[in-house]
């Protein structure tokens, strides 16, 4: 099981509780011998067929400090534990011939004594997840620090002063001059061109109406 944080998260103190980010159930732990050469550590050379010791790795984040802790897969009874101050560091070390196995260097809470020994994985996607919760949280603490740096610098910086002196007034132009109205559209003049004029005298001539019928029979009687 695998807890993976990649989101900013808040800057802890030393006295924040623990918090567990990779649970692997089995994990494998070897002796082995003093590292002969600066070539590094070889898992060819340790006993792989036969393991010193089986039982569960966490991964545990207090504050800013990390470490990995070997328990017993039952009763949770420690091991061993490993305190991580880099990566990579000298507290965990890939082995050049192997992605599987690690040389881990863990500590003696009481007497602070320290030795090396070589840790191991069944499956290759249990070492990727190892490797990949090492960078996260060193990665997280790198940009947490450097935010921290940042928020020291702006509070060096002189802050704006917005505020009124005594006796200080503003003006405010508000824009109350009255919009201009607009002009009166003028009337359209028609031209009287193709008007007909009206007839001489301003009267028109009615048609003279048909004669009575007696006025016909006195026509023809003379």
Not at 9 to 29: G, H
Not at 84 to 113: H, N, W
Not at 141 to 151: V, W
Request: charged share 25%; net charge positive; hydrophobic share 30%.
């Amino acid at each position: 099981e695998t807890v993976n944080y990649r989101f900013p998260r808040k800057m802890a103190t030393d006295s924040d509780y623990e918090s567990v980010i990779l649970v692997k159930p089995e994990v494998f732990v070897y002796r082995i011998p003093p590292r002969q050469t600066n070539r590094g550590f070889r898992a060819a050379d340790w006993n792989l067929e036969q393991a010193d010791w089986t039982g569960r790795l966490r991964m545990i984040t207090k504050g800013k400090k990390l470490s990995i802790r070997l328990e017993d897969k039952n009763s949770g009874e420690l091991f061993a534990s490993c305190p991580i101050e880099s990566y990579p560091g000298p507290s965990v070390e890939s082995v050049s011939d192997s992605s599987r196995y690690f040389v881990i260097r863990i500590q003696d809470e009481t007497t602070g004594k320290t030795a090396f020994i070589g840790v191991g994985f069944a499956d290759r996607s249990d070492s990727f997840d190892l490797n990949v919760a090492l960078q996260d949280h060193f990665k997280w603490l790198k940009q947490s620090e450097d935010f921290a740096k940042q928020d020291k610098e702006l509070d060096k910086q002189p802050k704006l002063d917005l505020s009124f002196k005594e006796g200080q007034t503003i003006t405010i132009n508000l824009g109350n001059k009255l919009p201009k109205s607009p002009k009166p559209r003028q009337p359209m003049v028609h031209s009287n061109i193709g008007v007909l004029p009206p007839p001489p005298g301003g009267k028109i001539p009615l048609f003279t109406p048909p004669p009575s019928p007696s006025q016909q029979q006195h026509t023809s009687v003379g």
